[in-house]
């Protein structure tokens, strides 16, 4: 994932001239992000038991990351998984998925209304894909997921601090929770 972050960015600063094509800009309203970050990350966090349940019977438990399940959980657990989940996932993947591959999805497909919506739905497959290690239901339900931040992305007017903002609240969540005893 870094290195496809690292490429889109190089990539659209050579070609666009700058990051703004992906969604790094200052937005007409930071509580509009906040808000639509807020609820996608809610969104997100409730249908996901309800997808997962429906799954497990036929496809069985999904994979949870290494990273959450390792390690002696105490603060400095704490405090390192949370910087890599909001270095690689929260930043590294809304760069790579919401940003990157939905704008060149678009881009390939005309730059129309339809097309963006097309290319986001298409990086939501891939999201999920991307999540193999979880098994099929942990990929459909990442795939879920993309869907959520990518309308975030879009309602959002495609700012990326709004999905930066909500994929790292879920994985914040998660992460608490799972130090806390509160979630497996």
């Known amino acids: ?4 972050a690292v490429a889109g960015l190089v990539s659209v600063r050579l070609r666009e001239g700058g990051w703004a094509a992906l969604g790094f800009r200052r937005p007409k309203s930071w509580v509009r ?3 639509i970050a807020v609820a996608a990350a809610a969104l997100r966090l409730i249908v996901s038991d309800p997808i997962q349940a429906v799954l497990t019977p036929i496809w ?3 994979t949870e990351s290494s990273t959450i399940i390792s390690g002696g959980h105490d603060l400095h657990w704490l405090i390192t998984t949370l910087a890599i989940v909001w270095t690689f996932a929260a ?3 809304e760069i790579s998925y919401r940003g990157y ?3 060149r ?4 497909l005309g730059g129309s209304t339809f097309a963006w919506i097309i290319a986001t739905v298409a990086a939501a497959v891939l999201f999920g894909f991307g999540h193999y290690y979880k098994g099929p239901v942990g990929m459909v339900d990442s ?4 869907l959520i931040l990518g309308a975030a992305y879009l309602l959002s007017g495609r700012c990326l601090w709004t999905t930066i903002l909500a994929h790292g609240l879920i994985d914040t969540t998660g992460v608490v929770l799972f130090y806390l005893g509160l979630a497996s």
Do not use: N, R, Y
Not at 105 to 108: K, T
Not at 143 to 146: E, I, K
């Open 1 to 4: 994932m870094p290195i496809l």
């Open 143 to 146: 795939g879920v997921a993309g």
């Open 33 to 35: 992000v906040v808000i």
């Open 105 to 108: 999805g678009s881009d390939a």
């Open 91 to 93: 930043f590294g993947e």
């Open 60 to 62: 069985g438990t999904p």
């Open 101 to 103: 591959i939905t704008l």
